[in-house]
């Protein structure tokens, strides 16, 4: 099984700061990588497929870059409505697997 | 607009069976694979299972392999999970996903508690 190993685990930030999640890969995934956020109380939503591609009706501050085994999640411009739990997700092979979640909070 | 909506959670003894339906709208349900991905309370998520666009092809982690079945009806654009021989673990909010390889739509999920 491919494990996905996510961090930080939590995160701490100030409206308008850029932050980024990292997620490292057991094996090559070859760019077969998802983005989540997940508000409070509610379900995951797509946000990047393929390691770099912006799904429908993102922000575009919301990017993603990586290969191999090394993939990272970039927020720029922090807004209040980005705190959410995040989680990265591999598809390149079953069984699927998700990172651990980051939970990101604003100072 | 994409729409998923998941039914049929609820309270249930370890041993015993629940199914779940999951009743999708907005586009069309033959043409993707569906899947079902599970989160404990407080927990991360879980892959559950995927099935093809004809439901010949089926996929499972060891997790709930030979308990859990999914199926789906495309005249109905209906998709659904068997779940038997219940155990505490599997304490979740399940959450019905379309699945062209990521999970691009997502339901608001039901809640399955295992106990007795």
């Known amino acids: 099984d491919i494990q996905m190993t996510q961090s930080p685990a939590s995160l701490s930030a100030s409206l308008g700061e850029t932050v980024t999640i990292e997620c490292r890969a057991s094996?090559?995934?070859?760019?077969?990588l998802a983005w989540y956020q997940q508000k409070p109380g509610k379900s995951p939503q797509l946000l990047i497929y393929?390691?770099?591609s912006l799904h429908t009706g993102v922000p575009s501050r919301f990017s993603g870059s990586g290969s191999g085994t090394q993939y990272s999640l970039k927020i720029n411009s922090l807004q209040s409505e980005d705190v959410a739990s995040y989680f990265c997700?591999?598809?390149?092979?079953?069984?699927?697997?998700f990172g651990s979640g980051t939970k990101l909070e604003i100072k | 607009e994409v729409q998923l909506v998941e039914s049929g959670g609820g309270l249930v003894q370890p041993g015993r069976s629940l199914k779940l339906s999951c009743a999708a709208s907005?586009?069309?349900?033959?043409?993707?694979?569906m899947a079902w991905v599970r989160q404990a309370p407080k927990k991360g998520l879980e892959w559950v299972a995927t099935?093809?666009?004809?439901?010949?092809?089926?996929y499972y982690p060891d997790s709930v392999k030979g308990r859990f079945t999914i199926s789906r009806d495309n005249a109905k654009s209906s998709l659904y999970l068997q779940m038997n021989s219940l155990k505490s673990e599997d304490t979740a909010t399940y959450y019905c996903?379309?699945?062209?390889?990521?999970?691009?739509?997502w339901g608001p999920g039901t809640m399955v508690t295992v106990s007795s």
């Open positions: 099935i093809s666009t004809s439901g010949s092809r089926t």
């Open positions: 907005g586009f069309t349900f033959s043409n993707y694979y």
């Open positions: 094996e090559d995934i070859y760019n077969g």
């Open positions: 996903a379309r699945h062209p390889r990521y999970f691009d739509f």
């Open positions: 997700q591999q598809y390149y092979n079953y069984p699927l697997t």
């Open positions: 393929n390691a770099n």
